[in-house]
Nanobody, 129 residues
Framework: QVQLVESGGGLVQAGDSLRLSCAASGRTFTWYNLGWFRQAPGKEREFVAGISWTSTYTYYTDSVKGRFTISRDNAKNTLYLQMTTLKAEDTAVYFC??????????????????????WGPGTQVTVSS
């Protein structure tokens, strides 16, 4: 069992930056593929960014490419999402998630909610325009 807790969300203005963190406990996530998702009010949860278990591969949804960066610190059992040039449409609850174990992602990456097994409770990001 892995417990995840996100932090770093908040209320910011368009153009600002935020860094989200996701701390894991209960089991090291060193060998797992990890991801960030978000869910806006009235919408389905959507994929934002993923990182492979070796950190070799990172991949993003098109709307955040060039603005968001996913990274991980296995020594700290922590996943990050650096978000820059935030837009109002980035407003959502952001979730970190633990995915497949010790396997490189397919060419398109793991982008489905069902690809991930453990989830944090989420952190709210609100971007005012």
């Amino acid at each position: 069992q892995v417990q995840l807790v996100e932090s770093g969300g908040g209320l910011v203005q368009a153009g600002d930056s935020l860094r989200l963190s996701c701390a894991a406990s209960g089991r090291t996530f060193t060998w797992y593929n990890l991801g960030w998702f978000r869910q806006a009010p009235g919408k389905e949860r959507e994929f934002v960014a993923g990182i492979s278990w070796t950190s070799t591969y990172t991949y993003y949804t098109d709307s955040v490419k060039g603005r968001f960066t996913i990274s991980r610190d296995n020594a700290k059992n922590t996943l990050y999402l650096q978000m820059t040039t935030l837009k109002a449409e980035d407003t959502a609850v952001y979730f970190c998630a633990v995915g497949p174990l010790r396997v490189d992602p397919p060419r398109e990456g793991w982008r489905r909610v069902g690809d991930y097994n453990y989830w944090g409770p989420g952190t709210q990001v609100t971007v005012s325009s």
